[in-house]
């Protein structure tokens, strides 16, 4: 999608996430925080016509071609607006617990198991300073990566591609967990659609 963007609707109620996610974190996460970003990335790029057929993931891809005076809101406020959409579109209530075979397969070999491969994201987004995203990506050549952002950084400003993003800012999680980002990032699990992540990685390798 290009400009002028949208916000995109939760595929879901408010409450379909629960006990895992609470019902209040999720309207003022997406009416809110997310409706902020999208407002605020149309406002950065309103006198620049120039940019309107880019996408918001071509954006964050080619910052360096962003004029400077908007570079940082873009960054910001694009960050916000692809990583809530991803965000949304990966949770679902009552989906598949684990990856389908090729990208398990994939899991596998590069973290061992599932298991390691959940400890090592939990550890990484756990350990994100303030603010920021915890990611497994896959790059051009099919190999997959764990990671975490600060801020609304996003891994396709590495020229990755984020299969799975967890958001652990505080608006995420503060309501029904408190300081206890730990006991989020285990619940957080309960909600992964696999589903879409394996589709997001069947259409990366694919090119
Ligand atoms: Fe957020």
Request: hydrophobic fraction near 40%.
């Amino acid at each position: 999608m290009a400009y002028t963007f949208e916000l995109p609707e939760l595929g879901y109620a408010h409450d379909a996430l629960e006990p895992h996610i609470d019902a209040r974190t999720m309207e003022i996460h997406h009416g809110k925080h997310h409706a902020a970003y999208t407002s605020k990335l149309n406002a950065a790029l309103e006198g620049h016509a120039d940019l309107h057929g880019k996408s918001a993931i071509e954006l964050l891809a080619e910052l360096d071609e962003v004029p400077e005076s908007i570079r940082g809101a873009v960054r910001n406020h694009g960050g916000g607006y692809v990583n809530h959409a991803l965000f949304w579109e990966m949770m679902t209530p009552g989906g598949a617990d684990s990856p389908g075979d090729d990208l398990a397969s994939a899991i596998d070999g590069s973290f061992g198991s599932f298991d390691d491969f959940k400890a090592k994201f939990q550890a990484t987004a756990g350990a994100q300073f303030g603010s920021g995203w915890g990611w497994l990506s896959v790059d051009g050549g099919g190999q997959l990566s764990v990671s975490s952002t600060a801020n609304q950084d996003s891994p396709h400003m590495s020229g990755l591609t984020p299969l799975l993003g967890v958001d652990v800012w505080e608006h995420a999680y503060y309501l029904n967990y408190q300081n206890r980002r730990p006991d989020y990032l285990v619940a957080i699990w309960k909600v992964v659609n696999w589903d879409v992540v394996g589709r997001w990685y069947a259409e990366a390798i694919a090119g």
